[in-house]
């Protein structure tokens, strides 16, 4: 006989979509969209496998060899079995290595930067936690900007005044709807990226506005060395550049305005610094060289007479020129950005509805979406002590140079001695480049501990493992920061095995190092997200917008805020006005040349949009070895190295091996055939990779999504051949420039070869082996 199950839904947010956990005598079985999501992503479906997936740390665990020789066993990392130990033996290891570190070293050699997306929710966000647990123990080296968009944050302040066009609000997709005619997109709207959202999402809209852009007559242009980057409803016209070459085509494109007479003339004079020395580079007064149209076809692979007749388009018409995000993410990266804000103040269109520029549009969800009147709610952290923090991507370079100079944004630094790592809510082995280097890099501190779910490449070269709860486990509030909806995150199971809340493990170790009341404030976890709540809703007040008590919030599970009814227009009051409503820059207008950057002296990123050219690309002297640009795009199943071990990321595997899209013709010259397992490699590593064959691509370019968890044959060893495809095996570990020193995880040649013989088998999601002690 059979009894009734019993059923609860609970309402839930991840960073792929708000749901309902639909939970079965007390398990996680489904999660169902929240039905206000027009657009709901598959990465939801994944869910209730990984939290119960055989990869989860089911209890604290200690490298054998620290447990055995402490520091000295640091070799040991990423190959030692694990000693799994009681949660009070663990946090007392932990709260003694920070208490000996501050002791022996200071703060300054603790690194808590902790970069990393971790999951939705504002109050268990890990780093936040991390960093308020620090504060309080005196602080802590962190990491400044994001992986995402670190040379956009440097370039486009210079150059704009603020942050607003790559990270938003850029113009909205209504106002584009209304009044554009001409789409031309850098790095394409790829779909497939809109699925996610900066710290959660309420709806997906871009497939909507599109159809919408496209059915009012706006035409589509995709940028990109990859065809897929633009959905086919909007029936694109395709231009395969060669990768990291934007800067030459849109100095083509600029080189047409110029010499034709289309460039706005008025508007560069009264909105812009700058434009006549940028006017003598690009008409080659100085070096003799034009950068017309003929010198772009030669560096970009597209036809001069192409690059020459987009141009007159673009004049011709209301014209949105947009970057996706991933063309900052190569090297050099500052000028694609800079380059384009300057072709777009050459058309003259920069502040009027539907046109001039944005940055990140089909980059992540919400771009040019309706947002919340204010901010999210937030863990408040006390302010760091140690103010040496680093740029997000000198992560190895910071390990394996402690004391070693460098320069940032105008400033002469030095990197700081690192003894201590502590990671909760990101995964380096995931998002760092070359990661032979990490794993050298990584063998320098004493010691490094991680809070995480799951048996990550980064968990698995730890010396003291924690095992954190998913958001499913505890309660939450949560929200996307680009997104108009606010939920409540209710929590659906118990803690799977022993795993316990970040904040309740920092809360366990504040009480052993003697802060304990200044770290919770006497708040339980209810307590702290009402608080919360009731923080952001006083400020929502003062926007004039009108929120539910925290009980009504917490039964309904979410608020929502109205469409404003004028769509948003990017610099409109400063194009009305650029007296009264100067930008943030120097001069008060839009810097096409900077004399700021222009006095760091940095041949890297000089003083105006400049073509220089990468480490490498298919132009390079290295490309005669290693003659494929390999883009190393965001996965269409997951989120980065989140979920890869479910089904709707293992779906979209090769021979179990991630897939590497390669050109028809490159695969045949090369005797691959679709399914074959490729070894993928340069000088920095090699990886196994599952062939699919496309005419989607470039010819000379491969595609390898980020986020194959990091397999290596032998586990510790630099080198190692990885059995998966992590495609950070193969990334170039290198600043943007001296300006921003972003990674330039885009710019990377490889070349592929098949095959013979059974590859070794992938055991990325099984768990590290165990010992006793
Ligand atoms: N080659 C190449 N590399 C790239 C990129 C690229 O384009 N090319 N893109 C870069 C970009 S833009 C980004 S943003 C980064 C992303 O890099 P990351 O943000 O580091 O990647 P994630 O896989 O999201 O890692 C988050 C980790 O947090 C863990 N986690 C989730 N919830 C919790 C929790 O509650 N507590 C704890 N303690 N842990 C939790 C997850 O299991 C996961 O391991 O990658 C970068 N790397
Ligand atoms: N499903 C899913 N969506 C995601 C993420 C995820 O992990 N999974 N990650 C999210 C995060 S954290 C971020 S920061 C964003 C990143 O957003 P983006 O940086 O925009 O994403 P990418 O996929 O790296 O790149 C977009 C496209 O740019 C093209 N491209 C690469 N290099 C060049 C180039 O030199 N020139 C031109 N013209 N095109 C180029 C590639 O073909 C690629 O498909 O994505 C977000 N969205
Ligand atoms: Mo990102």
Redesign the pocket.
């Known amino acids: 006989m059979t009894s009734e199950a019993n059923v609860t839904r609970r309402r839930h947010m991840a960073q792929w979509g708000a749901f309902e956990a639909v939970v079965e005598n007390g398990r996680f079985v489904a999660a169902e969209p929240f039905a206000d999501d027009p657009e709901p992503s598959d990465i939801l479906q994944a869910m209730p496998e990984s939290v119960y997936h055989r990869s989860r740390i089911d209890r604290p665990h200690v490298r054998q060899g620290f447990l055995e020789r402490g520091p000295d066993s640091r070799a040991g990392r990423g190959a030692d079995p694990y000693v799994p130990v009681s949660w009070d033996r663990a946090l007392d290891l932990v709260a003694d290595e920070l208490a000996r570190v501050k002791a022996a070293h200071g703060n300054e050699a603790i690194f808590a930067g902790s970069?990393?997306?971790?999951?939705a929710g504002q109050l268990?966000h890990?780093k936040t936690v991390l960093q308020r647990f620090m504060g309080f123990h005196g602080g802590y080296v962190g990491q400044m900007g994001?992986?995402?968009v670190a040379a956009a944050l440097a370039i486009v302040p210079h150059v704009t005044g603020d942050a607003a066009a790559t990270a938003g609000p850029i113009t909205s997709w209504e106002s584009i709807i209304a009044e554009c005619g001409l789409v031309v997109a850098f790095g394409g709207l790829p779909m497939r990226n809109d699925q996610v959202g900066t710290r959660g999402v309420g709806e997906h809209r871009l497939g909507g506005y599109l159809a919408r852009a496209h059915a009012a007559g706006c035409r589509f242009v995709n940028v990109s060395p990859v065809r897929a980057d633009m959905s086919e409803t909007v029936e694109p016209e395709w231009l395969a550049i060669r990768p990291n070459t934007d800067t030459a085509l849109m100095l083509g494109l600029a080189h047409t305005l110029a010499s034709e007479g289309l460039a706005d003339r008025d508007f560069l004079a009264s909105h812009c610094h700058g434009y006549d020395r940028f006017e003598a580079y690009l008409l080659g007064r100085n070096d003799g060289q034009p950068k017309d149209a003929a010198w772009a076809a030669a560096l970009t692979g597209l036809e001069a007479p192409a690059i020459r007749d987009l141009a007159r388009r673009m004049a011709a018409t209301r014209t949105m020129v947009t970057a996706s995000?991933?063309l900052q993410?190569g090297d050099h990266g500052e000028q694609p950005f800079w380059m384009l804000i300057t072709l777009a103040a050459m058309l003259g269109q920069i502040g009027l509805p539907g046109g001039g520029f944005g940055l990140g549009y089909g980059s992540i969800a919400g771009m040019g979406g309706v947002r919340r009147p204010v901010g999210l709610p937030t863990l408040p952290r006390p302010e760091n002590q140690v103010r040496n923090s680093i740029p997000v991507a000198r992560i190895a370079d910071m390990l394996l140079d402690p004391g070693g100079a460098y320069d940032f944004n105008g400033a002469a630094r030095r990197y700081p001695d690192i003894r201590l790592v502590y990671w909760?809510?990101?995964?380096?082995f995931?998002?760092?480049?070359d990661l032979n280097r990490l794993v050298e890099a990584w063998r320098r501190p004493e010691t490094i501990v991680v809070?995480?779910?799951?048996w990550?490449a980064?968990a698995r070269h730890a010396d003291i493992v924690l095992p954190?709860?998913?958001?499913l486990e505890r309660n939450d509030v949560g929200g996307g920061q680009r997104d108009r909806y606010l939920f409540a995150m209710q929590q659906a199971i118990e803690p799977v095995g022993e795993a316990r809340n970040?904040f309740d493990i920092f809360a366990g170790l504040a009480e052993r190092l003697g802060f304990a009341e200044a770290y919770d404030e006497g708040r339980d976890e209810m307590g702290w997200i009402e608080h919360l709540y009731e923080v952001t809703r006083q400020q929502a007040a003062g926007a004039g917008v009108s929120w539910p008590d925290f009980e009504t919030f917490w039964r309904t599970g979410h608020t929502e805020s109205p469409e404003a009814e004028t769509p948003h227009v990017l610099f409109a009051a400063f194009r009305a006005d650029p007296e009264a409503h100067p930008l943030r820059t120097p001069s008060g207008k839009l810097e096409i040349h900077s004399p700021t950057i222009e006095s760091f002296g940095y041949d890297d990123c000089p003083g105006m949009p400049t073509w220089l050219t990468p480490t490498e690309w298919l132009g390079a002297a290295a490309a005669a070895r290693h003659p494929l640009h390999m883009l190393?795009?965001?996965p269409g199943g997951r989120?980065?190295?989140?979920l890869d071990q479910c089904a709707v990321s293992r779906a979209g595997k090769v021979a179990d091996r991630e897939p590497i899209v390669l050109n028809r013709a490159d695969a045949a010259a090369r005797g691959i055939a679709e399914g074959d397992v490729v070894r993928v490699f340069n000088d920095r590593g090699q990886v196994l990779a599952g062939a699919v064959l496309s005419d989607g691509i470039r010819a000379g370019v491969v595609q390898l999504s980020?986020?194959a968890w990091y397999d290596p044959e032998t586990p510790g060893e630099i080198g190692s051949l990885d059995k998966h495809g992590n495609?950070?095996v193969l990334?170039l570990d290198k600043g943007t420039s001296r300006l921003a020193q972003g990674?330039s995880?885009?710019s990377a040649l490889v070349e592929v070869e098949r095959i013979t013989g059974e590859p070794p088998a992938v055991t990325a999601f099984d768990p590290p082996p165990a010992a006793a002690e």
Do not use: I, K
């Open positions: 970069y990393g997306w971790a999951s268990h890990s994001s992986y995402s995000w991933s993410r909760c809510g990101g995964n380096p995931h998002h760092h480049q809070h995480e779910p799951w990550t980064t954190a709860t998913t958001s970040d190393s795009s965001q989120l980065h190295s989140q980020t986020g495609a950070n990334t990674p995880a885009h």
